[in-house]
């Protein structure tokens, strides 16, 4: 159990980092001009194609599970804060 508590943990910043998913997401559309550029047009098309895709879900996951992810990350600093039993 301590071990699952401990990749959990390792795993909330980026859960709670919708900044940086974004971020990523924008990063991606701007390799798209490079791509192009480069000659590697399937490979723009493949991750043009996805982006939209990506960003839905992005969007889903935020509304539907931050609250969970917050009610997650209280309940984890509720017991950190707990005093230790002998």
Known sequence: MKIAVRALRNLLPYFKDWNAWNAEIRR????LVTLRRDRYRKLARTLENALPVLRTILNEER??????INRLVARLNREDK???RS
């Open 28 to 31: 991606l559309e701007r390799n």
């Open 63 to 68: 509304k539907e599970h931050a609250f969970t």
């Open 82 to 84: 707990a005093p230790r």
